[in-house]
């Protein structure tokens, strides 16, 4: 396995900022970490989508009809919970990225946190970039990337797409292999919690 520059002492957040329920817990982690003065580094995990649903072989009519009813059901949760995300960081819609701008992103993310950049910082800049109302390519990716941080300019300017991804790809199957099953989720002294229910907890192990 290879050592990913995770410090035993931070809390790791791994994260998918296509998906607004990451971004509502960077935002949270970030204002726990200021009340806790605790060191926070915010990382991207890009897991593949699972999906099976063509390898079930068909069944009876009744029963294709509830597994209808349920995966509209399913869909119908995912909108509510996406709606009261957006909510939480008081947008009326939500954004989208580029593929190469997805790309970049979680790129930049990734030199961030190897640069140790605290997530009080990082949840400003995205907050920020999600906030702007615009289908989010490289341009305004690479913008508000040197904003935060200008000495990734010289890094912006060698970037790779093919090798970024692949090299996403690599971490988040490394990831996935210590226990990371979805995004977000939070790592502590090699231990992983998904979701972002688990602060409280967090607490009482930081301090300890």
Not at 107 to 125: C, D, I, K, M, N
Not at 182 to 204: C, D
Request: glycine fraction near 6%; include cysteine; charge should be negative.
């Amino acid at each position: 396995m290879m050592d990913y520059g995770f410090d035993a002492l931070s809390v790791h957040v791994l994260v998918d900022l296509s998906d607004p329920e990451s971004v509502v817990g960077i935002k949270a982690v970030a204002e726990w970490a200021r009340d806790q003065d605790q060191a926070v580094q915010v990382w991207p995990f890009l897991r593949e989508p699972i999906n099976t649903a063509a390898e079930v072989p068909k069944g009876t009519p009744s029963f294709e009809a509830y597994k209808a009813r349920r995966g509209l059901a399913r869909r119908r949760y995912k909108d509510q919970e996406r709606l009261r995300n957006l909510q939480r960081l008081s947008l009326n819609q939500g954004w989208t990225f580029t593929d190469a701008g997805a790309t970049l992103a979680h790129w930049g993310l990734l030199r961030l946190a190897e640069h140790r950049v605290s997530a009080t910082t990082v949840s400003p800049f995205i907050l920020g970039l999600v906030s702007s109302n615009e289908v989010l390519d490289t341009g305004c990716v690479q913008a508000a990337l040197v904003e935060v941080m200008p000495v990734l300019a010289g890094e912006l300017g060698r970037f790779d797409q093919a090798a970024a991804k692949a090299e996403l790809a690599e971490r988040s199957l490394a990831l996935s292999d210590l226990g990371v099953l979805s995004a977000p989720s939070m790592m502590y002294q090699a231990e992983v919690f998904s979701g972002m229910a688990h602060l409280p907890r967090l607490t009482a192990l930081c301090r300890a």
